[in-house]
């Protein structure tokens, strides 16, 4: 059999992808389970917090919404949704909290 490059970079490509799907970044709703999120949210009612889609709906067609909900997620909070604050989430990475608060925006 005659290697060439090309035969070669396939074979690369094909031994890569278990590996790519292994580190494949968790959804926004499995994220929100994992971090705890649902012990004060509901995703269609109020909790302790706000529905999710609940704030999907305020923050509908804000611009800037996910930086501002990234910030709020990261740091915590109170005063939006009345007076009990929101506790920090110093731990999780900003790339999850991103994807969570897609998540929650998409949900509108």
Same mark, same amino acid.
């Given at each position: %059999? #005659?290697?060439? !490059?090309?035969?070669?970079?396939a074979?690369?490509a !094909?031994?890569a992808?278990?590996?790519?799907s292994?580190?494949?970044?968790?959804?926004?709703? /499995?994220?929100?389970?994992?971090?705890?999120? %649902?012990?004060?949210?509901?995703?269609?009612? $109020?909790v302790?917090? &706000?529905?999710?889609? /609940?704030?999907? $709906?305020?923050?509908?067609?804000?611009?800037d919404?996910?930086? !501002?909900?990234?910030? $709020?997620?990261? /740091?915590?909070?109170?005063?939006?949704?009345? &007076?009990? &604050? %929101?506790? &920090?989430? $110093?731990?999780?990475?900003?790339? /999850?909290? #991103?994807? %969570?608060?897609?998540?929650? !925006?998409?949900?509108?």
């Open positions: %059999m #005659k290697l060439t !490059l090309s035969s070669i970079l074979s690369c !094909l031994l992808l278990p590996a790519v292994a580190i494949a970044a968790e959804s926004g709703a /499995d994220l929100t389970k994992k971090n705890n999120c %649902m012990s004060c949210h509901g995703v269609d009612k $109020k302790i917090g &706000p529905a999710f889609k /609940d704030v999907a $709906k305020k923050y509908k067609g804000n611009a919404a996910v930086a !501002l909900l990234s910030k $709020k997620v990261k /740091d915590g909070g109170s005063g939006v949704w009345g &007076p009990i &604050p %929101m506790s &920090p989430n $110093k731990a999780v990475s900003d790339a /999850d909290i #991103k994807v %969570m608060v897609e998540y929650v !925006l998409a949900l509108n």
